[in-house]
């Protein structure tokens, strides 16, 4: 049988430059979602993009294919996610954080996802 749960996704986008007290924005973000528990986080490496600033970022172009875009995803409960949104949105100072509703759906017997 499979069960159902309210869910939200985090993600939030940045490129692979971003510091948070003197080290990669990306690594603070996953070791603070780490300590605070948060059932599951992936990080994903872009092959190519730009932001607001229209550049464009891509191994093709060697000066700019250090500052590869990031996305990381979070699947967690709103109680979870609503909570950790304040502290998450002082440290992405560039990037976007996008929430959205979802439903995570799994077999009645796991234990694994949102909280």
Known sequence: MLKKEKAKKLTI?????????GRALYEALIEFFHRHQV?????FRGFAGYGQSRILHTPKILR?????????EV??????IDRLLP?????VQ???IEVS?????R???STAGPH
């Open 87 to 91: 502290e998450i949105a002082q440290m």
């Open 13 to 21: 986008y940045l490129d692979e430059t971003e510091q948070w007290r």
């Open 64 to 72: 700019l294919s250090e500052n590869l875009p990031i996305k990381l």
């Open 101 to 105: 509703d979802s439903e995570v759906i």
């Open 75 to 80: 699947i967690e409960s709103p109680r979870v």
């Open 94 to 96: 560039k990037g976007l």
């Open 107 to 109: 077999p009645e017997s």
């Open 39 to 43: 059932a599951g986080v992936s990080l």
